[in-house]
């Protein structure tokens, strides 16, 4: 199969969809989305919370319950991020290539622990 280069310069593999390229998470995409949708409604109900009045720190709970689970999405997708695109990039003899997603990587976990 052939592959393209995608908007962050990691390598996809054609996903047969009429030449759509996917990343490297593509094949876990409907579990992805399950913990994404748990998580919004997760969040509507914080609304509702607040909506009707709830206890406050019943509120901040279920926020950092909503807060784990992000986080939970985040390290998984830095994982497979690290185990992909990273690693991709230190095998394809580009140095350049190899430390820019290595950098791209160190700024995201810089944002993830900002917090």
Same mark, same amino acid.
């Given at each position: 199969?052939?592959?393209?280069?995608?908007?962050?310069? +990691?390598? +996809?593999?054609?996903?047969? !969809?009429?030449?759509? !390229?996917?990343?490297?998470?593509?094949? !876990?995409? /409907? $579990?992805?989305? @399950? *913990? #994404?949708?748990?998580?919004?409604?997760?969040? @509507?109900?914080?609304?509702?919370?607040? %909506?009707?009045?709830?206890? =406050?720190? !019943?509120?901040?709970?279920?926020?950092? +319950?909503?807060?784990?689970? #992000?986080? $939970?999405? +985040?390290?998984?997708?830095?994982?497979?991020?690290? &185990?992909? =695109?990273? /690693?991709? &990039?230190?095998?394809?003899? %580009?140095?350049? /290539?190899?430390?820019?997603?290595?950098?791209? /990587?160190?700024? &995201?976990? &810089? *944002? #993830?622990? @900002?917090?």
């Amino acid at each position: 199969m052939a592959s393209e280069e995608t908007p962050h310069g +990691a390598h +996809a593999p054609d996903g047969g !969809d009429g030449g759509h !390229d996917h990343y490297w998470y593509h094949g !876990d995409k /409907a $579990a992805l989305t @399950r *913990r #994404l949708k748990r998580i919004e409604g997760q969040i @509507r109900g914080i609304q509702r919370m607040v %909506d009707d009045d709830q206890y =406050c720190i !019943d509120i901040l709970t279920q926020i950092s +319950a909503s807060t784990k689970g #992000l986080q $939970a999405v +985040a390290l998984n997708l830095l994982e497979g991020h690290l &185990a992909h =695109c990273v /690693a991709e &990039a230190q095998t394809s003899g %580009d140095p350049t /290539a190899a430390q820019a997603k290595v950098k791209e /990587a160190s700024d &995201a976990v &810089a *944002r #993830l622990l @900002r917090t």
